[in-house]
């Protein structure tokens, strides 16, 4: 089961393993206390680092010798990317080896003609975006905290962001990944080909597997090409089923949509006040949808301001702006993109990532609504999310009259019951942002008993002495 | 191990186990013989089915039972979908179960919103393309056998066919699935939502897997809309490396590109004399492109004229022609997609579906050519395929005065060889057809033996007593 750093573990022996540089101890005169203990958490900021051991290898011959010796000497490992998680995925707190990526950043290979890249796992988002640009080509995984985020984290959590409704998450631009197993074995699944039915593929398992199974080290990316510009919309609307119409209606304007985001007044007026913006229409509204649509030319435009008038003439909106200009689409995207920021400055929040089928999600909120009044009135919510892929950001505010800890205790006691509503709508309990430590407890609302022990005998194939990011998603 | 039927399974207590008129013997007179064995064979045409038991359950339950039943008896089981593979992965040739899923076929559910459809997964292809298309939208795998593949079949064969440099594989379209393992446990995978961050991806392991982890028996698909218009573009090219860099010309167009097939003048010529129709151009070249594009309106027609102009400036085609109408755009796919059947009409030949990246095809069929040259004189290629997605059909022709015996000795020769050329570029030995038992002995050329061995500790987790396809793919 999970081990924690061995003592008899020779200091010097573990330093020299992959060479001068590369792997430090807490006490070192390298790193303060504070930077050290960086390493080994994430955004959770809900649990206590504790470790002593950090490494730096820069190639994935590095990471097995790494891992070999952790495996021989039964010492677990955190992987340690961006660490810009919410779940707790990467935290360190049990005397683990943290093995950070930073030092792996590398663009390996590049193929022009089919447009991939291959890239170490250590890799800044925004690096992997800014170099398919220089190839004349584009990334398309892109969400907040890319300028912080590796590539190899992004693919263990199966990244989404703001783009999914259009170019899926990034499990869909994932041709092949170079892993090191929980042994220190060094697998190569599936190369750079897009077809390649020769079995099992292996490598989908390493795809949101939050570090349990064993290092992503390198990976080979297919890329897509710009979208040429785009034209946000802005719109009103009175009840939540005008905004599953309204997302159906996008299916048949013939041109590409990028976004399809909602939020409710609630967000609107925190935002307004916090950024000081103005209020987007004359009247308010109930809820708001910004669409993001490709456009490549006059004709498109055309198309939008026709489907402007179609879901006007059909009642599903009240108000509605096509932005201008870039201006006017970056002031867009502030209403929605300011939301979390603008409540967290002012507010304590209990944050919740989900998911539902669209045509469950309004019964869905009926009943969560009713669960908040009956049982913890005061509580309000800010929801908020990228309704077009079925996942809602469900933020409880805690009350100003109640202490955080009351407020926390309360919504340990709320989130067993939203996860049964969840449940109940063939919901999951975390759309994005992954199981980690934080939702752990709570990963049988949303896999089955049979599901779970599946999960835990493939871990065991691949990390046979449980040492790999141990304790985490089951 | 692998089991054959048990003797002392007791008739009525077997057809009793769903009910009447579901289960069937050899020797009853509900079915000739020659219909009967051919719910356990393919197109390969090559092993002969020999079994003794049919089952034609309605219901995931009714599935369930069977599976149990053989788990308890040791009854190994062949899933029979549509039949029509390349790879021998359908054949019972031992006395096996073979399960067909013809009769399950309905549509069990449809969500307008999003978009989603659920299915079981005997539904026919066409039938469900015809679904979709009644509720106003589309599904994008498509291939030739459409007409009678079924669903489930397509998911565990991963199915691509023409449009995958636009649509991806199915793979890409599968939300959910509902199984039954090895042990009769029937599992749901994921249910409907697009974002599931809960530990692993089990679903993926099914697709692909060829009927050896267990039996699909209901599937949920994303659906998409169907494309307004398109347009074909064929273009004549003087040499192979041109191929790719109009392909990287390609990424440039801001019309969808839907197809991107090739082909060679030794099969033009195959297909002309087989359906008497004129050449293209005036004058032939060793290449042919064959692009098809998703139009909107005018100015993507205007696009289209422009990237032909600056193909033709480049230098990259020696002749080129946009479809005028829907019949020019019949008669330009005519000649990619007569190929096969003209080939194989007049001659006898070897089958290839591999896969390579985009940059190495070029030296792979150099030193391909040199071999087949230098072993085996008087061997042709009829090469065509799907260039865009790196899929090459390399198809062998047999020289008139070769017997067929001694031919199909010499490509089991050819083959390891040919495999060995494929390791060397990174290439797959089967780029859609997958491995059943036709590439089973050369599944190593695509796969590590620390994969393989992955691969049956994966599957002795869902089918511990490996009844499932027994034999087939590893």
């Known amino acids: 089961m999970s081990m924690t750093t061995n003592f008899t573990i020779n200091k010097s022996e573990l330093k020299s393993l992959i060479g001068p540089g590369k792997i430090f101890f807490r006490d070192d005169p390298e790193f303060d206390e504070t930077t050290f203990l960086s390493f080994g958490t994430d955004r959770t900021k809900v649990y206590q680092p504790d470790f002593d051991i950090l490494a730096f290898p820069t190639t994935t011959e590095e990471v097995a010798k790494i891992i070999k010796y952790a495996y021989e000497n039964e010492i677990s490992i955190v992987p340690s990317g961006g660490r810009t998680g919410y779940a707790g995925g990467a935290i360190a707190k049990n005397k683990e080896l943290v093995l950070s990526l930073s030092k792996m950043d590398k663009v390996l290979d590049f193929d022009p003609f089919f447009g991939s890249i291959k890239v170490q796992a250590g890799m800044i988002t925004k690096n992997l975006h800014k170099e398919a640009e220089e190839k004349n080509f584009y990334f398309p995984v892109d969400f907040a905290s890319t300028g912080s985020s590796q590539i190899g984290g992004n693919i263990a959590t199966n990244a989404g962001g703001v783009r999914v409704v259009h170019y899926g998450l990034i499990r869909q631009w994932v041709l092949g990944l170079t892993v090191v197993t929980g042994t220190g074995e060094i697998l190569e699944f599936n190369g750079e080909v897009l077809k390649n039915n020769t079995g099992y593929d292996l490598k989908q398992l390493f795809i949101g597997s939050e570090g349990t199974l064993g290092v992503i080290t390198e990976a080979t990316l297919k890329l897509t090409t710009k979208p040429l510009d785009s034209r946000v919309l802005l719109v009103a609307v009175s009840d939540f089923a005008s905004i599953l119409s309204l997302f159906q209606e996008t299916h048949l304007v013939k041109v590409p949509l990028l976004a399809f985001e909602f939020f409710t007044e609630y967000c609107l007026g925190k935002v307004k006040s916090h950024l000081g913006i103005p209020d987007p229409f004359q009247s308010p509204s ?48 502030k209403y929605r993109e300011g939301i979390s920021e603008s409540i967290s400055i002012e507010y304590t929040v209990h944050k919740n990532d989900i998911s539902l089928p669209l045509r469950n999600m309004e019964p869905f909120l009926v009943d969560m609504k009713s669960l908040l009044n009956g049982k913890y009135p005061g509580f309000e919510i800010a929801l908020f999310g990228h309704v077009g892929d079925g996942n809602l950001h469900l933020n409880i505010v805690k009350p100003k009259d109640l202490s955080n800890e009351d407020f926390f205790k309360k919504c340990k006691e709320v989130d067993p019951d939203m996860f049964r509503l969840l449940q109940k709508y063939h919901g999951s309990i975390s759309a994005e942002h992954g199981i980690g430590l934080l939702k752990k407890d709570f990963l049988h609302f949303s896999r089955t008993q049979a599901e779970i022990i599946l999960m835990k005998e493939i871990k065991k194939s691949m990390d046979p002495k449980n040492i790999m990011n141990p304790g985490k998603v089951f």
């Open 286 to 333: 109930p809820y708001y949808v910004l669409m993001e649509f490709e456009i490549a030319d006059e004709s498109d435009d055309e198309k939008l301001f026709g489907f402007l008038e179609t879901i006007t003439e059909k009642g599903l909106i009240v108000d509605g702006s096509l932005a201008q200009n870039s201006r006017q689409s970056e002031t867009f995207w």
